[in-house]
């Protein structure tokens, strides 16, 4: 079974699997391993299958790697060669982690959109039981179809949305000790991605120093050692990567602060207006000044604050940085504009807008506008599951009563029957008895309404059966006119699978409904329009002889 | 000649005044009657007088006209004619104008209480507006005091709405003048000027400019730079008033910039006739800045104070002096300066030294003469005494003063090298420096007075390199008038620092009744008000004034929109207490932390917490830090953080409302006290929780607050632990009051400290908190606030709507003439 044309991208020897001797094979979409000797792979899994791969650390005994996979089962693969089962399990996880990634998300999205349509479309659902499942037609013709539509529409939205940044991702890297002095940092790389989007300075370190001046893992050991992270540590050893960071970050704060002292505007203006009174002196010390000799302990504390305040605005600035750049490029100019130039003359529309909003009492005023109809729910729970049928009216107004009532009155009183061109009473007694169930007209068509045969259930199963027949017969219908290989390759699948349903679907409740009620043809029409599809293919066929000959 | 009127024989009616336009709002607003029993008033009227027929008819066209277009609020205030810009008016307002009237009429002083956010600044400025167009005899101007520029400005904008609300009705154009008045800073369109943007420099180099002397100088050297603006102000503006209108700081620019006049002189001048002024506490409180700008407004004036909790600070601070060894070094090489000066001036032009010799002999004369006819607003730091004699002989001479002025430096010099802390009284530090150095009281007396002339002589150019020598000019004056309410400490060091000298003399003033007593005796009407000003007595007692009325009102509430909780224990029962004993137990701070993590799962958007100083935050956050617990908050919320750095700070609180506005939620942590707890609202999502860390108490080791103590409890009979308590509360009470801002905002106010439970703190919030805490709501713990809050937050998600206000704590003009309402409304307010 092992269909070996598939591309083979790394072949792992003495790689162990249940204490079994075995070779891991990657390839383009699967990951599969066979025990020694065998020709057969008895662990296959797909790409898209697995959640997520897992490494023994280092220093254990055993070089394991374990793939846990999204229905929750897991594989682990011990590699046991002596000389290479390190650099072996480096280039799976490797390879893994650049492979999953592209499936993962694949995967996930056609499965996620698939799902949704299902869920959101009961007759989709319907269909898909009585085709896919009961296996009519595959899977893939079934959506063959379906998601060509929905890709189209759903380029516009194809642009990822963001997600944001959880304020708390420094956090979740809860360190662990391994119980011999040491700590272990769990990074995942949505863990990474924050870190990045947050501190640019970070990732332009990264950029510049991994691979060739650091490893991956030594870079952040050395950021997790750095004071970077450790919001409290002041010193800063030489060595430290991540101390131009620092500065770097501190010189965009100072920046921003002396920008900031020159802007003056709206309400942050009270903290710079003249007049505030000095709250300090009535307790006598200034709470806190540049004192020269602040003990260590309350710097690092300022240190904390200052960190706090700094990292919750990257995290905010991450928020709107990936927004859409050109346009809040604008936006920053346009306040700076109105901002910090105002000194003299430019008064800012902004500060009146704030002026005016902060002086309004809304609930002083009358509201404007028009008047709606406040929705007065005596029975929330009436409301929440729908309108009942039985009660289903239209909603009219008291005024559209009367206006319509005015009409028809008006209508009435001027109504002048036209006589010349009535039927005569018997004429029309006749055409009435003509068209009733039953009568001259109606000898074909069914002789009872549908709904006072049979039970209910049976009709809702004719109906589904209906609208499977109706999309098969839509598929094939769609091939005609037949101008191309693939279409006359699919006329003929499309028989096939009329046939099928006819087989599978059809009959047994003929059977059924014959068992029931002898009588009741009612699948005549469906077997009717079969049949016509059948005719139109036999005719197509016979053309298509007649030309080749 | 008296008029009256007569229905069904029966006298109705009486009025003196004769005024056409008077007598018709007085009929027209009594409720007493319905609209038949006017027109029969009508009626009658035209027998006597035919005139009054012919006003009232196109009145009531006009009023017709404006009824189908909206319903207007026309206010009856006992007989008063108010006109107010809104469709809907709260009870509160109404009651607030009541009391602000009768205020008015009896020519008193009044302390009046009302929530922020049910529209303060609107009623007092239509009532006083209304009344100043009713009695333009008997309120000439309006000065309206506030804390800072933008409330300064939003003050403008609501009476602009006013005043053009005003016009509209009355179709009459509008003849008042109001402008805002501001710092040279904020006022300035001199582009190099303005573009110095820090008061002091900006104050220097326009002086440095625009100065009479330089003015005089420029004459004979035209090269000299000059203002164009100024100069333009001092040509043609001075004869020409300001136009009648609303100016806010911009309009005054602008108009500034289009005339080519200098905006600030303009508005100085301009504040001498306008009817309303609006301006900061110091141009009225600040002796010096006073002297300059307020002393010749009107007697017949109101002075409102706005956001007054805290305007015995302010008082304080504007007669305080504090003198260092920098200043000290400073004044010498002022004195150097003065010296030379005088030198060369002695040598080139020694006449006019002995003009102003002269003119000291004849005394401050004028001054005096001014102050007798009551033109004057008078000076705390220039006393009487002062101004009925002639400079003494010993300092009249430049040369001489200067020599007293060194000596003087010298005495100070000395005190300040001592090793251990002094603290005397004022007239034991006269006593000594008469026995050290021979400097009598009376020259002293004068100095502030003498410097200022020799200045002017000496025609000094920029005279903010002098402030260090006018402080102590200004500080030998007090020192030598004031034997009562000023307290000297010398402080060779920091208490925290003992090993470095940085010594500091303290001249304190501890009677915040000195600096606005002229205030107060000054003008015919002084009203104090704020959202929190309880408990009311104190303030008539630390101010030394007597009310004529003393009022508190609540916010009426048709849903109870604020939710204060006491919280007493954490969850392990832990009594939470900011005091100093449990300060810097851990066991405390954790469940505040708790507090602050719970909360900040439950409550949406902004949450506000204060801490009772800048030390204590820091430290509860650093250990914080290493609980892990501000890890576990951020997962809900984003932290900001107030720090000792203006901009920073600011930086902070905009990152925190961006948060806010955008979902994500966030957590300011701030000082009471600070610069965020005073001036900021954290309206509706931008904050929908206050936590309030203990109890902010000041700084009680405080030499300085020490001596206050001493002076109140000997001066006012006002016992130490009891200030401290006021203090303490009405910052508590300011921090709290940040969230709600009207009657749709919504917020929780979390006491953490269970000392807010005992009555006499409890008692010590304003009404409108007081009367919502419950007694199952005095000491709760950690957990139960959660609930309590979980359950509030969600009855206040529910969609409100004006419908839901109306006729409670919202009425139409109708809802506010019906009988009924007028008493539910007077009930309310004698319940206060």
């Keep these: 079974m092992a269909s070996l044309s598939e591309e083979v991208l790394l072949v792992l020897k003495k790689v162990r699997q249940r204490k079994q001797d075995g070779t891991l094979y990657l390839m383009a979409e699967r990951i599969a391993w066979g025990p020694e000797g ?26 394991q790697l374990q793939l846990v996979l999204h229905t929750g089962e897991s594989s682990t693969f011990h590699f046991s060669n002596d000389s290479s089962a390190l650099t072996d399990r480096e280039a799976a996880k490797d390879l893994l982690q650049q492979l999953l990634p592209k499936f993962k998300k694949k995967a996930n999205k056609e499965l996620e959109e698939k799902n949704r349509m299902l869920q959101e479309d009961p007759v989709l659902f319907q269909l898909y039981k009585d085709l896919v499942v009961s296996q009519v037609i595959s899977a893939e013709e079934f959506w063959a179809n379906r998601m060509s539509t929905t890709n189209t529409e759903n380029t516009l939205s194809d642009k990822k949305q963001d997600v944001g940044i959880s304020a708390a991702f420094l956090a979740d890297i809860r360190p662990q000790t391994d119980g011999c002095n040491g700590l272990r940092y769990n990074l995942t790389p949505d863990i990474i991605e924050s870190i990045f989007r947050t501190y640019p300075a970070v990732q332009q370190k990264y950029g510049e120093n991994v691979p060739h001046n650091l490893t991956e893992k030594e870079f952040w050991t050395r950021f997790f050692q750095s004071h970077y992270f450790h919001r409290d540590r002041i010193s800063t050893g030489a060595l430290d990567i991540f101390s131009e960071c620092a500065k770097q970050d501190e010189k965009g704060n100072v920046t921003h602060l002396e920008l900031y002292r020159y802007i003056r505007s709206g309400v942050l203006n009270v903290l710079t207006a003249e007049g505030l009174p000095k709250e300090k002196k009535i307790g006598g010390k200034p709470a806190s000044t540049s004192n020269p000799n602040r003990t260590g302990k309350e710097n690092s504390n300022s240190a904390i604050i200052k960190r706090f305040n700094h990292h919750s605005a990257m995290i905010l600035a991450a928020g709107s940085r990936r927004g859409d750049a050109p346009n809040d ?55 929440a599951h729908g309108p009942v049928p039985l009660e289903s009216q239209k909603y009219t107004t008291s005024q559209d009563i009367i206006n319509s009532i005015t009409c028809i009155r008006h209508e009435m009183a001027n109504y002048v029957p036209n006589l010349a061109q009535v039927l005569t009473s018997s004429a029309v007694s006749s055409a009435i008895a003509a068209l009733s169930p039953g009568g001259v007209l109606m000898q074909t068509g069914t002789q009872q309404a549908i709904n006072q045969m049979v039970p209910s259930e049976v009709q809702g199963e ?36 009329l046939e099928r349903f006819q087989m599978t679907k059809l009959r047994p409740f003929q059977e059924k409904v014959q068992r029931q009620y002898l009588s009741a043809n009612i699948t005549g029409h469906l077997e009717e329009m079969l049949q016509t599809a059948y005719n139109k293919l036999h005719a197509w066929q016979t053309r298509r002889m007649m030309r080749k000959i | 000649m008296a008029t009256c009127f007569y229905f069904l024989g029966k006298k109705i009616f009486y009025f003196e005044n004769n005024e056409p336009e008077i007598l018709l709002h007085r009929l027209y607003c009594h409720t ?45 205030i006992e007989g008063l004619l108010v006109y107010f810009p809104y469709d809907y008016i709260y ?38 507006l209304a009344y100043q167009k009713a009695y333009p005899l008997e309120i000439t101007k309006l000065i309206y005091c506030s804390r800072t520029v933008p409330e300064i400005e939003k003050v403008v904008e609501e009476l602009r709405k006013l005043i053009e609300f005003h016009c509209k009705e009355t179709g009459e154009a509008n003849n008042f003048l109001a402008l805002a008045l501001s710092s040279r800073k904020n006022l300035c369109i001199h582009p190099e000027v303005s573009a110095l943007r820090i008061g002091k420099e ?20 035209p090269s000299l730079p000059s ?18 209108g609303v100016y806010n700081l911009d309009d005054l620019k602008e108009f500034g910039q289009k005339k080519g006049w200098c905006p600030y002189f303009l508005a100085r001048q301009a504040i001498l006739h306008a009817n309303i002024v609006v301006y900061s506490y110091h141009y009225l409180l600040d002796p010096k800045i006073a002297d300059l700008v307020s002393k010749e407004l009107t007697k017949k004036a109101v002075v409102v104070f706005d956001e007054a909790h805290n305007i015995d600070n302010v008082c304080i601070d504007s007669m305080s002096v504090n003198i260092t060894r920098r200043t000290l070094d400073r004044c010498t090489s002022n004195v150097e300066t003065l010296q030379t000066t005088i030198q060369r001036i002695k040598e080139t032009d020694a006449a006019k030294l002995k003009e102003e010799y002269r003119r000291l002999v004849e005394g401050l004369k004028e001054a005096n003469v001014a102050r007798v006819t009551d033109v004057y607003l008078g000076n705390p730091v220039l006393p009487a005494e002062v101004l009925q004699e002639a400079v003494p002989g010993s300092i009249r001479t430049a040369e001489h003063f200067v020599g007293f002025l060194k000596r003087f430096l010298e005495y100070l010099k000395s005190r300040l090298r001592v090793h251990h802390v002094v603290q005397e009284s004022a007239p034991q530090f006269l006593k000594d420096i008469f026995q050290k150095v021979c400097i009598d009281r009376k020259p002293l007396r004068f100095c502030a007075e003498r410097l200022r002339s020799l200045l002017r002589t000496l025609e000094i150019s920029d005279l903010t390199d002098f402030s260090a020598i006018t402080l102590i000019s200004n500080f030998a004056t007090l020192v030598s008038t004031y034997s009562q309410g000023f307290t000297i400490i010398i402080e060779p060091f920091e208490d925290r620092t003992p090993s470095i000298a940085n010594p500091v003399l303290h001249f304190s003033c501890m009677d915040p009744s000195i600096a606005i007593k002229p205030v107060f005796e000054r003008f015919q009407s002084v009203i104090i008000t704020s959202g929190t000003l309880s408990p009311l007595d104190i303030y008539p007692k630390i101010l030394d004034f007597r009310p004529v009325t003393v009022a508190s009102f609540t916010m009426t509430l048709a849903r109870t929109c604020l939710c204060p909780l006491i919280v007493g224990r954490g969850n392990d029962q832990v009594a939470l207490s900011s005091k100093f004993e449990t300060r ?26 204060f801490f009772t100083s800048y030390m204590y935050m820091e430290n509860i956050v650093a250990s914080w830090y290493e609980q892990g617990i501000l890890e576990n908050i951020q997962r809900n919320k984003l932290i900001f953080i107030e720090t000792p750095d203006a901009a920073e700070t600011s930086m902070a609180l905009e990152k925190y409302q961006e948060a806010c506005e955008n979902g994500r939620g966030a957590i300011l942590l701030s000082v009471a006290r600070g610069k965020v707890s005073e001036g900021i609202d954290f309206v509706h999502h931008f904050g929908r929780a206050v936590i309030m860390f203990g109890v902010p108490y000041v700084y009680t080791q405080s030499r300085i607050l020490k001596a206050r103590l001493e002076y109140l409890r000997d001066q006012f009979q006002i016992r130490e632990n009891d200030f401290l308590t006021f203090d303490a509360m009405r910052h508590a009470a300011q921090c709290v009051g940040r969230v709600i801002r009207g009657k749709t905002d919504y917020g929780l106010m979390i006491f953490a400290d269970k000392r807010y439970a005992r009555a006499d703190k409890r008692g010590k919030l304003p009404r409108w908190i007081q009367e919502h805490i419950s007694d199952g709501s005095l000491n709760l713990t950690v957990d139960e606030t959660v609930q309590m809050s979980k359950h509030f937050l969600r009855q206040m998600a529910q969609p409100f709507r004006q419908e839901d206000q109306l006729g409670l704590s919202l009425l139409t003009i109708e809802q506010l003439e019906s009988e009924e309402m007028l008493k539910k409304i007077s009930q309310m307010a004698h319940q206060a």
């Design chain 2, 584 to 609: 810097e137990d851990f066991a405390v701070i954790r469940n505040y932390g708790n507090l602050l993590l719970e909360m900040s799962g439950v409550v949406p958007d902004g949450i506000v917490a």
């Design chain 2, 91 to 128: 009870p509160e307002q109404y009651s607030y104008m009541l009391e602000l009237k009768r205020t008015l009429d009896a020519k008193g002083h009044g302390v009046l209480e009302m929530p922020s956010g049910t529209g303060k600044t609107i009623s007092l400025l239509s009532l006083i």
């Design chain 1, 329 to 383: 490029q604008a936006s920053e100019t346009s306040s700076t504009d109105g901002n910090s130039r105002d000194s003299d003359l430019f008064q800012p529309p902004i500060k009146k807008v704030k002026l005016q909003e902060a002086i309004d009492y809304l609930d002083l005023q009358r509201e404007d506008g028009p008047k709606t109809v406040a929705l007065n729910l005596k029975k929330s729970d009436r409301y």
């Design chain 2, 32 to 76: 007493h009657f319905t609209n038949a029993v006017k027109c029969c008033i009508v009626l009658h009227c035209i027998r006597y007088r035919k005139w009054i027929f012919n006003v009232i008819e196109s009145d009531v066209q006009k009023g017709k006209a404006s009824a189908t277009a909206l319903a207007n609020m026309k206010l009856n």
């Design chain 1, 38 to 63: 065998k020709d057969r792979f008895t662990v296959s899994h797909l790409y898209s299958d697995i959640r997520c791969q897992k490494i023994s650390p280092d220093g254990k005994a055993k070089i």
């Design chain 2, 227 to 244: 203002c164009r603006f100024y100069e333009g102000f001092d040509a043609i503006g001075r004869q020409v008033p300001l136009p009648p």
């Design chain 1, 462 to 497: 004719l109906k589904h059966l209906y609208i499977a027949a109706g999309e098969l017969l839509r598929h094939f219908w769609t091939c005609f006119p037949v101008n191309s290989p693939f279409l006359e390759e699919k006329v003929v699948k499309m028989r096939s699978n």
């Design chain 2, 202 to 221: 900006v104050d220097g180099k326009c002086h440095s400019l625009t100065a009479s002397y330089i003015r005089a100088q420029r004459l004979s050297d």
